[in-house]
């Protein structure tokens, strides 16, 4: 078995046709790339980060987590990980000066999800198509191509004045494994999860006035578009649900919560926005998540496949009166943690 370094895009590509042609054994590795690169432009994302984006760069980083969870142990449940894979799977993220731009390597994280993924069952055509979409859609190449027609079509024009060959390449490859039948479920499931990762930086950020990713530019109106979009098969409705909590993260707006159904294994996120909240209800949220027991909640759920992806917590089911829209002081919460 031949190993192959792979440290740029055109590499990738070649990597991908040797294989894909069946005549070689080769196997693959990532050094120095892909890499992530994210930049959002506007008056607040100068060099800073608001809590809310920085939500947004959370968001993403769980998401690579998710999917790693989902391709070893078959659940999408973060507590399945190890401290070890957690940091294994981290994502530094640097901000440049004059924009607030995020970049990093990718290049470990790439070579663990490929470690996880059954490439032993596919043929050499299932394994190029798998890595076309999953390296694609981790790095963020071409994201959001299949929602929006305007980013289509000008991804297609980029690459078609391209001075080098390679990025229509690249292009081309992801469109026919984002397309065919025989891309591998498991690739599908990075994609679905890292573009909504990428989807939660865009909507960290909703006043700024254009982003980029990996040099492919969105407007304002196409980063609105994006965050209001919903995938065709996803239900919003009102849930009444005991959960266990997780974890809780907290900004001076709002809490962000990991939940589960009790005797789920499966987890997702969900939003208290502590200017709505009731604030008598806030000691029951970390009494709960204190002592792992389950929690009564009334709340507004985005449904897939039959199960939560995310919600938005409007109260504790025990307490009526935390409809109320009231607002909440800075006694009233623990104090925040490292």
């Known amino acids: 078995m031949q190993l192959l370094a792979i440290r740029d895009c055109e590499s990738f590509i070649e990597a991908l046709e040797r294989i894909e ?5 080769v196997q693959i590795t990532f050094d120095g790339w892909p890499n992530f690169e994210v930049k959002i432009n506007g008056e607040r994302y100068n060099s800073t980060m608001t809590s809310k984006l920085m939500q947004g760069f959370i968001s993403y980083q769980e998401e690579v987590l998710r999917s790693y969870a989902e391709l070893k ?26 924009s607030t731009e995020g970049d990093g390597s990718l290049d470990g994280v790439a070579n663990r999800l490929l470690d996880k993924i059954p490439f ?14 999953t390296i694609g859609s981790v790095a963020g190449y071409f994201v959001f191509s299949e929602w929006q027609e305007t980013v ?21 490859k992801f469109t026919e494994a ?3 039948p025989e891309t591998p479920q498991e690739a599908r499931r990075v994609h679905e999860r890292t573009q909504e990762g990428y989807k939660a930086i865009f909507a960290g950020a909703p006043d700024a ?4 990713v990996h040099g492919k530019a969105f407007t304002r109106e196409q980063m609105h578009e994006i ?6 098969s996803r239900l919003r409705l009102e849930r009444h649900d005991s959960v266990i909590i997780e974890s809780i993260k ?8 990991t939940l589960r159904l009790p005797n789920e294994e499966t987890t997702f996120t969900g939003r208290i926005d502590l200017m709505l909240f009731s604030p008598d209800s806030l000691p029951k949220v970390f009494d709960a998540f204190r002592d792992s027991t389950p929690i009564p909640l009334f709340h507004y759920a985005t449904e897939e496949a039959g199960g939560i992806v995310k919600t938005q917590i409007l109260a504790v089911d025990a307490q009526p009166e935390s409809h109320e829209t009231t607002t909440v002081t800075r006694e009233t919460l623990p104090p925040l943690t490292e």
Not at 152 to 172: I, P, V, W
Request: hydrophobic share 30%; glycine share 4%.
């Open 152 to 172: 289509r079509e000008q991804q297609r024009f980029d690459s078609q004045a391209a001075t080098e060959s390679h990025y229509e390449r690249l292009f081309g």
């Open 209 to 212: 006035t254009s982003a980029s």
């Open 21 to 25: 042609s069946g005549l070689e054994d």
């Open 227 to 232: 965050t209001s979009h919903e995938a065709p």
């Open 120 to 133: 032993h069952k596919m043929t050499p055509r299932q394994i190029a198509l798998c890595l076309a979409l």
């Open 250 to 257: 907290r900004t001076p707006e709002y809490l962000t919560l």
């Open 73 to 98: 142990y078959g659940t999408s449940s973060l507590l399945r990980l190890t401290n070890e894979e957690k940091a294994s799977l981290e994502i530094v993220f640097h901000i440049d000066q004059g």
């Open 178 to 180: 984002l397309n065919s």
